[in-house]
């Protein structure tokens, strides 16, 4: 497929999820957030379909030599930036996909947000390259380096190309787990509402008995 096929299959793609997402009000910190502080697991729910739907295609079109993964080492590096990015996304109520759609609806609180993003992220960008902050980008090699705590490229094209297993394995590997914790969401919701449901009748009796 040409270039200009790529672009215009994107923009209509990302026009779709735009849409969806903006509709449904989808973000990746309530998902997070409101199942470990409110109980509630729409967004949670919502995000682990995205997942096991994106990782078996993603996988399955790698295997057939189709993917075009972005390849980056994972290290010490990655985790402090997770971390960071993490901490960011609480304090500005939103993560990055929402804070685009709030932009996008006129928040100026989510503009500034969204503004200092990328300046950060520019920042950060010239202290790395810099080499202020191990480990160097030298010792990005794409193959495990635990001196400078890199372990090298860490995806399932990576784990296709060395071991010769297709990526689609380690996918369904991935969806399974993915579908575990689905189930155990809906058990925990099922037993929520059974709880609730309990509650509601020992009130009606004791209601009665007044």
Not at 44 to 52: C, E, G, Q, S
Not at 150 to 173: C, H, R, W
Request: with cysteine.
């Amino acid at each position: 497929m040409s270039a200009i096929g790529q672009c215009l299959i994107a923009f209509v793609f990302g026009s779709v999820v735009g849409i969806l997402v903006q509709r449904s009000r989808f973000c990746n910190t309530a998902a997070l957030r409101d199942a470990i502080l409110f109980k509630t697991y729409r967004n949670t729910k919502a995000l682990l379909v995205a997942m096991i739907i994106l990782t078996f295609g993603f996988t399955l079109f790698l295997t057939f030599g189709e993917g075009n993964p972005m390849r980056f080492d994972v290290g010490l590096n990655t985790f402090a930036g997770l971390f960071i990015f993490g901490v960011g996304m609480v304090l500005a109520g939103a993560c990055t996909v929402s804070t685009w759609v709030k932009t996008g609806e006129g928040n100026v609180g989510a503009l500034w947000a969204l503004l200092f993003t990328f300046v950060g992220m520019f920042l950060f960008s010239l202290a790395w390259s810099a080499n202020y902050w191990p480990p160097a980008p030298a010792s990005m090699t794409g193959e495990p380096n635990l001196e400078a705590l890199q372990l090298g490229y860490s995806n399932a094209a990576t784990l296709q190309e060395k071991f010769g297993i297709p990526a689609i394995v380690f996918g369904l590997v991935q969806v399974g787990v993915l579908v575990l914790i689905y189930r155990a969401i809906l058990r925990k919701e099922a037993a929520q509402a059974e709880r609730h449901r309990q509650s509601q009748a020992a009130r009606a009796v004791a209601t009665a008995a007044e």
